[in-house]
């Protein structure tokens, strides 16, 4: 007669099942959907399974994976992310079909499966130890990576730009391409002291002043020098002289 353990037999099914639970992995971006309008990507496992005789077998790609953005229904960040990417996908313990092409309210799942590899979702921002990008070192503008929130973009490329907010609460917004500060309304700039180091400006519009002004350099006012101009027309006593000229 033989001996049967059961619970040998329920840790081996157990074991068999859970070669086909999938939790979380790497994946690699094979292929972004509709622009990311959909938030919803492409990808393959960067790791594979492991075979009995040490090989590697190759998992097939996971289609129309949906991608997590910070946001809500009235305010998002987003991103671009590009084929090559890697992202981490967890996996849910239901089927998530029918929330995928639904409104996002409560829906009942279409199977019976749980942990599936079909039923992955995108988390960006995961990089091998040697990609990580937020290493001052492959940056044009540095950042303290353990002590400033920075919020950068096309990292390490010529049109870099960067936002830091640094430790001692200050802020710098670096790039080497134009800013600008739209409104329909007021900008206000509040502040005790201002400093502009600019070469050249130009205003457009009327401009009111409060307070003294100092100068150093030629002022022009419609053409004419204000402090080397000259009057013609000029008469002695109380006589009103002509306008100035340059």
Avoid at 48 to 61: E, Q, R, Y
Avoid at 75 to 101: E, Q
Avoid at 123 to 146: D, E, M, T
Wanted: negative net charge.
């Amino acid at each position: 007669m033989i001996d049967i353990d059961i619970t040998d037999i329920i840790r081996t099914q157990f074991k068999i099942d859970q070669q086909d639970m999938w939790t979380a992995v790497p994946c690699i971006v094979t292929n972004v959907v509709n622009n990311m309008e959909e938030q919803r990507v492409d990808v393959r496992p960067s790791v594979v399974t492991l075979l009995k005789d040490g090989s590697g077998d190759d998992n097939p790609d996971i289609l129309g994976v949906p991608v997590i953005f910070p946001g809500s229904m009235s305010s998002l960040i987003s991103f671009p992310i590009n084929a090559g990417d890697t992202v981490l996908c967890v996996f849910a313990s239901r089927s998530i079909d029918n929330f995928k092409i639904g409104s996002g309210q409560p829906t009942v799942a279409n199977d019976m499966r749980r942990f599936s590899d079909q039923d992955a979702i995108a988390i960006p921002g995961l990089f091998s130890f040697s990609k990580s990008i937020n290493r001052p070192g492959v940056r044009k503008f540095p950042h303290n990576s353990n002590r400033d929130l920075c919020i950068s973009h096309n990292v390490g490329s010529g049109t870099e730009v960067s936002l830091i907010l640094k430790q001692d609460g200050n802020v710098e917004v670096k790039t080497d391409f134009d800013i600008l500060f739209q409104s329909g309304r007021k900008i206000a700039l509040n502040a005790p002291q201002m400093e502009v180091n600019v070469p050249t400006t130009t205003w457009v519009g009327n401009i009111e002043h409060t307070g003294n002004y100092t100068i150093t350099g030629v002022a022009t006012f419609n053409g004419i020098p204000f402090d080397t101009h000259k009057h013609t027309g000029i008469m002695p006593g109380t006589g009103t002289s002509a306008g100035p000229v340059a």
